[in-house]
């Protein structure tokens, strides 16, 4: 069975500097989904970004990047210049391929706060 | 807003009682999948439909039942109450893709449900 570990249950950044979430994740599958999720204190879950583990380009989305290292199974988020806004909870996620089942498994999550 | 929605927005109930939680997926989408986000256990898949069709099941308790119907709208239901059944209950619905639906879920605003 797939798992997603998040090692870093919080984190806190300055305002305006980068910050890395980690995943890592273990599954025997080759082709699957990773992706980050956002939930800010209104619970809302927000897609942030999208990785296709058979894409060796890593995805970017504005100021939030991955680095995906397949052979590790690694996911990180990179948050470059942190806004206020960016405070939330991050969830990475894994998401099979192909099949039926489309369900996503998640980490319990890395809470982070930006501080003016 | 991710065009998922989700209601009621918050429900207290009793234990033992039964309640029904309702989700309309974006339009377009086929596929409807429901979560549980509880403290202790975090986020967790508990069944998805597929153009009204029960496609993968999860952790759902067997006092738990879903349906999706014709307009694709789904609906789930959760009986037998428990104190520990107090959790946020999200739908998310994702864009049909050949033979499934592995493809990125958008996320409804959630139930919160309490159980007293």
């Known amino acids: 069975a797939q798992t997603v570990t998040q090692s870093q249950p919080e984190m806190s950044v300055q305002e305006a500097e980068t910050v890395t979430l980690s995943c890592t994740y273990d599954?025997?599958?080759?082709?699957?989904?990773l992706f980050w999720y956002k939930q800010p204190p209104s619970r809302q879950m927000i897609l942030v970004i999208r990785q296709e583990a058979y894409k060796q380009q890593n995805a970017t989305e504005n100021r939030f990047s991955v680095n995906f290292q397949k052979a590790a199974k690694s996911f990180s988020l990179k948050i470059s210049d942190s806004q206020l806004g960016d405070t939330a909870m991050y969830f990475c996620a894994f998401m099979e391929w192909e099949g039926s089942q489309g369900n996503l498994i998640f980490g319990k999550g890395t809470k982070l706060s930006v501080k003016p | 807003d991710s065009g998922v929605t989700q209601t009621p927005k918050h429900l207290i109930t009793a234990t033992g009682q039964r309640v029904t939680l309702r989700c309309s997926p974006r339009?377009?989408?086929?596929?409807v999948y429901w979560y549980q986000q509880s403290l202790d256990q975090g986020l967790q898949f508990l069944i998805q439909?597929?153009?009204?069709?029960?496609?993968a099941k999860g952790n759902i308790l067997e006092r738990f039942s879903a349906q999706q119907f014709p307009d694709l709208h789904s609906e789930l239901n959760l009986s037998s109450l428990e104190l520990g059944d107090s959790a946020l209950y999200f739908c998310?619905?994702?864009?049909?893709?050949?033979?499934?639906?592995?493809?990125?879920?958008?996320f409804g605003p959630g139930t919160r449900l309490t159980v007293l």
């Open positions: 439909y597929y153009n009204g069709e029960e496609r």
């Open positions: 998310a619905s994702s864009v049909p893709t050949s033979g499934g639906a592995t493809d990125t879920q958008y």
């Open positions: 599954t025997s599958e080759n082709n699957y989904y």
């Open positions: 339009s377009g989408d086929l596929s």
